[in-house]
């Protein structure tokens, strides 16, 4: 008799504790799957949902706020989630929200963001649309990985070859680093070029402020014009002279003396002449 009882005692524990477990169970599902709270709905449209199943969490502002109530392909590029929400967040998503697809650390599950919106004051509605945002998938990132990797591999073959022509070639950038005497010439050459511009430097410092003629040439207004007066009237002197010189060979006393210069001068350009031919035809004809 004690042993039944004892027996039944111990069942009646286990299927009490079987029942606590159940009903815990059912409830943190439950909790999970918005089973017992008022709740809403959003819809949004994706080209893929990049491993996105049904169950899976919805974030809003980092919060889990529901869960993927669906999954619906509506064309070969075209995929329609269906998210269920906690009624009480619904007046925090406005009608500019965004949704997109990431996943809940390095490896974890894939999860369904909703980013609030900015500029709109409306708040959503049950069953509304939202725009949605292009996952980056995993075959796309490692592709730029890849190529990341080639591109630094022919930046360091690169690299490799201009050291090397730095240690063995002839460039000028090897000889600045190699060629004492190149170094030396070219330190010499800079050091030239700072005197001369030292140099340069007092001149144009004395052309501004000193008292030469050239200063007072480039600085002096008077004295420009002054040197301009004088070179008028030295340009209207020759003028004159060459005009005068016209005269004098038109006048019936030195006209003869002009005449006979003239002749002279002609003739000697003549045996000029003469002298230049006979030179050119000794040495076009052959000596015996």
Same mark, same amino acid.
């Given at each position: 008799m004690n042993k039944d009882t004892g027996s039944n005692w111990k069942l009646g524990m286990f299927v009490i504790i079987g029942l606590i477990l159940l009903v815990l169970t059912i409830y943190l599902i439950g909790?999970?799957?918005?089973?017992?709270?008022?709740? =809403?709905?959003?819809?949004?449209?994706?080209k893929t949902v990049s491993g996105l199943t049904v169950g899976n969490n919805v974030r809003f502002s980092g919060i889990n706020v529901g869960t993927v109530d669906g999954i619906?392909?509506?064309?070969?590029?075209?995929?329609?989630?269906?998210?269920?929400?906690?009624?009480? @967040?619904?007046? =925090?998503?406005?009608?500019?929200?965004?949704?997109?697809?990431g996943s809940d650390g390095l490896m974890g599950d894939k999860v369904l963001t909703v980013s609030p919106g900015t500029s709109s004051n409306k708040i959503i509605k049950d069953n509304d649309f939202? @725009?949605?945002k292009s996952a980056v998938e995993v075959e796309d990132l490692m592709n730029s990985i890849k190529i990341t990797l080639d591109n630094a591999g022919v930046i360091t073959t690169q690299l490799a070859q201009f050291t090397y022509s730095m240690n063995n070639g002839n460039g000028?950038?090897?000889k600045l680093m190699n060629d004492k005497e190149?170094?030396?010439?070219?330190? #010499?050459?800079?050091? #030239?070029?700072?005197?001369?511009?030292n140099e340069f430097s007092k001149f144009t410092t004395s052309m501004n402020n000193g008292k030469g @003629?050239?200063?007072?040439?480039?600085s002096d207004e008077e004295l420009g014009k002054k040197l301009d007066s004088?070179?008028?009237?030295?340009?209207?002197?020759?003028?004159?002279?060459?005009? #005068?010189?016209?005269?004098?060979?038109? #006048?019936?006393?030195?006209?003869g003396?002009?005449?006979?210069?003239?002749?002279?001068?002609?003739?000697?350009?003549?045996?000029?002449?003469?002298?230049?031919?006979?030179t050119k035809s000794e040495k076009i004809i052959p000596k015996k």
């Amino acid at each position: 008799m004690n042993k039944d009882t004892g027996s039944n005692w111990k069942l009646g524990m286990f299927v009490i504790i079987g029942l606590i477990l159940l009903v815990l169970t059912i409830y943190l599902i439950g909790k999970q799957q918005n089973l017992f709270g008022s709740t =809403f709905y959003l819809k949004s449209k994706f080209k893929t949902v990049s491993g996105l199943t049904v169950g899976n969490n919805v974030r809003f502002s980092g919060i889990n706020v529901g869960t993927v109530d669906g999954i619906e392909l509506i064309t070969d590029s075209s995929v329609v989630v269906v998210l269920k929400i906690k009624k009480e @967040v619904q007046k =925090f998503i406005k009608t500019d929200a965004m949704a997109s697809i990431g996943s809940d650390g390095l490896m974890g599950d894939k999860v369904l963001t909703v980013s609030p919106g900015t500029s709109s004051n409306k708040i959503i509605k049950d069953n509304d649309f939202i @725009v949605s945002k292009s996952a980056v998938e995993v075959e796309d990132l490692m592709n730029s990985i890849k190529i990341t990797l080639d591109n630094a591999g022919v930046i360091t073959t690169q690299l490799a070859q201009f050291t090397y022509s730095m240690n063995n070639g002839n460039g000028t950038l090897s000889k600045l680093m190699n060629d004492k005497e190149f170094a030396i010439s070219l330190k #010499n050459t800079l050091a #030239n070029l700072e005197v001369s511009t030292n140099e340069f430097s007092k001149f144009t410092t004395s052309m501004n402020n000193g008292k030469g @003629v050239l200063s007072k040439l480039v600085s002096d207004e008077e004295l420009g014009k002054k040197l301009d007066s004088t070179m008028s009237n030295l340009q209207s002197g020759t003028k004159g002279l060459s005009e #005068n010189m016209d005269a004098a060979k038109e #006048n019936f006393l030195l006209k003869g003396y002009f005449n006979k210069k003239k002749k002279a001068e002609a003739k000697k350009q003549e045996e000029l002449k003469k002298k230049k031919d006979s030179t050119k035809s000794e040495k076009i004809i052959p000596k015996k």
